[in-house]
């Protein structure tokens, strides 16, 4: 049992993993427990402080989310601080007797916070500071024995505490990278309020990961699919190093990988990490089928999700007649994949599944996640920890189901030998301008609608590039980035004139939220 830690109460908000993972960055563990966890649990765990994340409800609604009717009071009892945000920050106020209400002007995106009391949890800040807002309601009246901390121009009641110091409530995100000031308000909250002590690693956890997947595993066989991407190239290692040559690899080239990514993946693991126990599943012709006349963004994703699997049990047959039953399924799922499909929490909306979740009921094989309490930043912290190369770790993250959710709509083979010819000139010229490290993603999108051009003499009607480039830490927010007007020119020029089929590209200008990263 740990008792320094931080306990984060899941109301579905978006943003509940970041909560975690920035308490976590602070060198604090944390975890994560349904919004409606009992007193017992709370107690088992011995927790330095609770967090209660946003959501997407109202907390004036008859069937709003609510936490146990007296959790409050044994935690003022046991003196363990309490902190709300956004739809937290509204059931605190409303569970102590303020009121809340729906804003008459709703705040989304970046907001100034005037603060009212620099001291506490808003300790070394300035008297106006950015935060983010994403609301429609607000706090209009405070309980007794509460004070204000600071306000924006439409939210009197932006902050408060209690005068005892234990409940705290900010209606805005201090766990956003949009929040410039949000990681000093939250270490605020975890070391000056909580007293919680420094005392989590990334170190500590690949030690413990190996310690569990030995335990979870026994002599068991695992069967995993490799990508060649930066989570599944750790999952490998990892759980090489707990099993060993229990560790049989698939990878399913699907015909939705990147240009020669099929070759360079089998490279990779055959010849420099000398895998023993590598395969190479040629399944293009199956998925491309399967895909066919598919435009629906969720049918692609689940298509390829259970084609997948289908993929790896009948692999797992064939090994299974040399090795003998092969009984888990290892994936490289990690924090942002299980927020996207709402997968940790009852209130949670979904934005989109992801192929490592959309399993088939009957599937044979059991499932072992081990980064799913991880974002990409941590997992690269752990490759680092394993010894894997810079260039493997750094890689941009790719989706799942490939190339199909980067070619809109109907996905055929014509549009991805366009879309690779097109992704492999930017990530060239990307990687040539010495940016590539410093981006979070950088890929070509097909847009199967046509324009008029004209090269030389001739009018020319074809398919649109879009291009994405995205800033970001962890994946749950993203700025696009402003790259070099020359620079674009010259992706856009290549492009054009290289790739047939294509006549015009644009750029993707939009930050997340309120896009996602993938098109689709």
Known sequence: MNNNMILVLDFGGQYCHLISRRVRDAGVYSE????????????????????????????????????????????KEREIPVLGLCYGHQLIAQLEGGTVAANPVKEYGKTTLEVVKQDGIFNGLAEKETVWMSHGDQVTHLPDGFEVLARTATCPIAAYRSTDGLLHGLQFHPEVNHTPKGKMILSNFVFSICNCEKNWSIADWTREAIARIKDDVGKRHVLLGLSGGVDSTVVSVLMQRAIGEQLHCVFVDNGVMRKDEGRDVEDYFRNTLNYQEFYRVDAEDEFLTKLAGI??????????????????ERKAGELASNFGKLEFLAQGTIYPDRVETAATSKSAAKIKSHHNLTLPEDMELKVIEPLKDLYKDEVRQVGKELGIPEEIINRHPFPGPGLAVRCVGEVKKEYLDILREADAILIEEIRHAGLYNDLWQAFAVFLPSRTVGVMGDFRTYEYICAIRVVESRDAMTANFAKLPWDLLETISTRIINEVSGINRVVYDISNKPPSTIEFE
């Open 295 to 312: 435009r629906d963004p969720e049918e692609k994703r689940k298509i390829i999700g259970h084609t997948f699997i289908e993929v790896f």
């Open 32 to 75: 994560i427990r349904p919004f409606d966890v009992s007193i017992q649990e709370v107690k088992h765990l011995d927790v330095k402080g609770i967090i209660l994340s946003g959501g997407p409800g109202s907390v004036y609604e008859e069937d709003a989310p609510r936490i146990e009717k007296s959790l409050l009071g044994f935690c």
